[in-house]
């Protein structure tokens, strides 16, 4: 790859994580390129479509075209189609959105989500990434992988300088016994958002997660109604047992080491 495409890339890249417009300016001082450098870049993702100016002004979004790019890799996860119903009748039942994540690597990727009916629900973005061990998905996801493949991602971990100890061999052990991670309090009344591990053939492919405060910490005040969730994400996870290739990761074949999100 030339260096101008590894360029280009690395600016789409920062411009599809950012929460605001870009400027060519604010890209350049972020990612110490000329505003020169960058204007080419941009023009050209521009004309790709990958990029488009924001309200007509002078900053930047994803453009179109990443958005069909984006969707093309959800796509190619077959479970995706699947999943729904559930996630509906979850976000239905806790009120709270409902999302299906898939390992991608060492990742957790977001690629589905239903919206809840409460009044005031979460929105989590679609495309969302994060290292299994750094959050609740991931983590759901990690306490069901096999001792060696949590190794390597440990030792992928630290050259990634992303901190490990006890207490998340503590979470996953946790996680492993009630099937399902916490994440971190949404709300001041202490009540946290929950993932439940999605398996094929023995082995963590995927998390179902409820995204708002959904269950009071430990000992889980009103734990009867975790039951109906997982009732729900159960009778998904069984179409993994009876056609695992239905949860097959289209990138499988590929070494996580290797995959940069």
């Known amino acids: 790859m030339s260096s101008s495409a ?125 290292p299994l061990g750094e959050n609740y998905a991931g983590q759901a996801i990690l306490a069901f992988l096999p001792d060696s493949e949590k190794a390597r991602y440990r030792a992928w971990a630290a050259k990634q300088g992303l901190p490990w100890s006890e207490k998340k061999d503590s979470e996953l052990r946790a996680a492993r016994k009630e099937r399902f991670a916490l994440g971190e309090p949404a709300f001041g009344d202490g009540r946290m958002p929950v993932a439940f591990p999605m398996q094929a053939r023995g082995v963590g492919v995927a998390a179902i997660t409820i995204d708002g405060p959904a269950l009071e910490p430990p000992p889980h005040a009103g734990t009867h109604v975790i039951w109906d969730w997982l009732a729900i994400v159960t009778h998904f996870e069984y179409i993994g047992h009876v056609q695992p290739q239905l949860f097959d990761s289209p990138f499988a074949h590929l070494d996580p080491d290797t995959i940069v999100l």
């Open 6 to 130: 590894k360029r280009a890339l690395r600016i789409l890249e920062f411009v599809g994580r950012a929460d605001h417009p870009l400027g060519v300016t604010e890209i350049a001082r972020a990612l110490s390129l000329s505003p020169g450098t960058v204007y080419r870049s941009i023009d050209a993702l521009n004309r790709a479509d990958l990029v488009s100016r924001y309200h007509a002004s002078s900053r930047y979004v994803l453009g179109a075209g990443a958005e069909r790019l984006r969707q093309s890799v959800f796509a190619r996860f077959r479970m995706r189609d699947l999943a729904l119903p559930y996630l509906y009748q979850l976000a239905s039942a806790s009120g709270d959105t409902a999302s299906l994540h898939v390992r991608l690597g060492w990742y957790s990727l977001r690629i589905a989500a239903a919206r809840g009916t409460a009044e005031v629900t979460s929105a989590p973005a679609l495309g969302d990434t994060a």
